[in-house]
């Protein structure tokens, strides 16, 4: 839910939820960077329109 593509090409994904910017994927970083799995990790909703695949 977090998780969002930056178009920066030095910092191309984010972490909305922990305010920050990376070139790794954020979930990796905070593994990394803690040896724990991201506390703050929520899943998107799914649904939406079947039709044109889009979620909501």
């Known amino acids: 839910m977090h998780y969002f593509i930056t178009y920066e090409p030095s910092n191309p994904y984010g972490c909305r939820a922990m305010g920050f910017k990376s070139r790794k994927n954020p979930a990796r ?3 990394e960077s803690s040896g724990m799995e991201c506390q703050l990790f929520k ?3 799914q649904g939406g329109d079947p039709k044109s695949g ?3």
Request: zero cysteines; a positive charge.
């Open 43 to 45: 899943a998107k909703k």
């Open 54 to 56: 889009r979620v909501a």
């Open 29 to 31: 970083v905070v593994f």
